[in-house]
C-alpha cells in the first residue's frame, strides 16, 4: 500500500479516536474542554501518524489519549477512569458489534481480508459510525424533551452518509479504479459527516437557548403579574388609609347605638374590599413571582397552598432555581389535585450558608418509581413542566447540593440543601 495513503488511513483512525474522545469527556465533564486543547491533541496525533519517519516514537503516540485524559480530569481521578471505562465499553458493545453488521451487509470479509488497505478504510469507517451513534445517544438522551424529531432526521442522513462512504470504498476497490480516487472521495464524505455532525450540535444549541428564552419570557411574564398585584394591593392599602377616618366615624356610630352586627357587618365589607394578595419576600424577585404564581395556581385548584418563607436574599441563578422549584410545585400540585382534601406545603429557610428547601404534599395514587424517576400523567405543556425528578437531581448535583425524597401511603417529599452565600 502506497506510504502516502498509509499515513492518510492512519491519521483518520487517529481523528475518529480523537472526536470519540472528546465526545466522551465533554459528556461526563458536562462542558466543553477548549478549542485550542483539541487543536494540539489533532496535530500530536498528525505528527505520530508519520510513522515511517518517526517509527522510532510511534509508540509514543500510544500515550496522547492518556495524557489527555490525566490534564483534562487532573481534578478527578474517578471521572477519569469512568471516561476511560466508557471508551473500552463503547470498542466493545458498539464497534465490534457494528463491524460484524457491517461486514454482512456488504458481503466483504474476503475482500477485508486480503486487502490491508480495505480493512483500514473498514475500521475507519466503522469507527465513524461509532462516534455518530454515540454524539446520537448523548444528544437525544439529553435533549429528548425538545430534539427527538431532529434525532431521527439527523439519524437518518448521517447514517445514510455512512452507508454510503462504506458501499463507496467497496466499490471502487471491486472495480479497481485508480488509487488516488478512493482516498478524495472517502475524505469528502468523511467531512461532510464532520460538517454535518458539527451542525447538529449547533442546531441543538440554538434549541435549548431557544428554550432557555421562552422560559425567561415566562418568568418575566409571571414577574409582572406579580408587580400587579403588589401595586393593586398598595393602591387599595393607600385606598383604606385615605378613608379610615372616615370607617372608624361609622364604626362609632354603631358602638354608641349598640349595634354590634352593623360592625361586624362593616368591618366584613372593608376587608373583604381588600385583595387577598399575599406578598412573598424571598429577596429574589424572580422566586417571589414564581412561588406567588404557583401558589394562585394551587388556589384556583382548590388546593390548601402554605408556603413559609425565612429567607432574606437568593444566591443562586434564575434558571437553576426556577428549574428546581417550578418542576417540584408541579408534581406535588398535580399529585395533590386528586386527592379529596388536597394540600401542599413549602418551606424555604437559610441554615447556615445553606438554603433549606421543603416541599411536602398529599397523594392517594400508588407511586411508580424506577431507578429514581417517577411515572407522571402531567398533560400540561408549559416549558416549566415536565422536567422531572432527574433533571432536578442534576441541577441540584451541578450546583454541589443535597436532594432527599421519600415518601409513605399519602405523602411525598422532597428537602433539598443548596449552597446559598451571602
Known sequence: MNTNITNFLDFLFQLCNAFLLFRIAESILCKNIAFYFKAIYIILCGIFSLSNIFSHITVISYTIPIVFLVITFKKSIKLMFKCLFTYIAILLFLFLP?????????????????????????????????????????????????????????????????????????????????????????????????????????????????????????????????????DEKLNELHSLRHDMKNHLIVIDGYAKQENYTKIHDYIFVITDNLSTTDPMDTGSSVLSSLLYQKKQQAGRLGISCDIDIQISHVAIDDFSITTIIGNLFDNAITAAQKCSSPWVRASLSQSGSYLELTIDNCHCEKIKEKNGEFATTKKDKNLLHGIGIKNVRKVVSDLNGQIDISYTDDTFHVGILLPNYE
Open 98 to 230: 457494528i463491524a460484524t453488521i457491517q461486514t454482512i451487509l456488504l458481503n466483504d470479509i474476503q475482500l477485508a481480508l486480503n486487502s490491508n488497505e480495505y480493512l483500514s478504510y473498514k475500521t475507519i469507517t466503522v469507527s465513524f459510525l461509532v462516534f455518530i451513534i454515540y454524539v446520537l445517544y448523548c444528544n437525544t438522551y439529553k435533549k429528548k424533551a425538545s430534539a427527538n424529531f431532529y434525532s431521527y432526521v439527523f439519524s437518518a442522513v448521517v447514517l445514510g452518509l455512512g452507508l454510503l462512504l462504506s458501499y463507496t470504498t467497496l466499490y471502487i476497490f471491486l472495480n479497481q479504479l485508480g488509487s488516488y480516487q478512493l482516498p478524495i472521495i472517502f475524505s469528502i464524505i468523511f467531512l461532510l459527516i464532520v460538517m454535518c455532525v458539527s451542525s447538529y450540535d449547533k442546531f441543538l444549541s440554538i434549541i435549548d437557548e431557544n428554550t432557555k428564552y421562552k422560559i425567561q419570557l415566562e418568568l418575566d411574564k409571571m414577574q409582572e403579574e406579580y408587580s400587579a398585584q403588589l
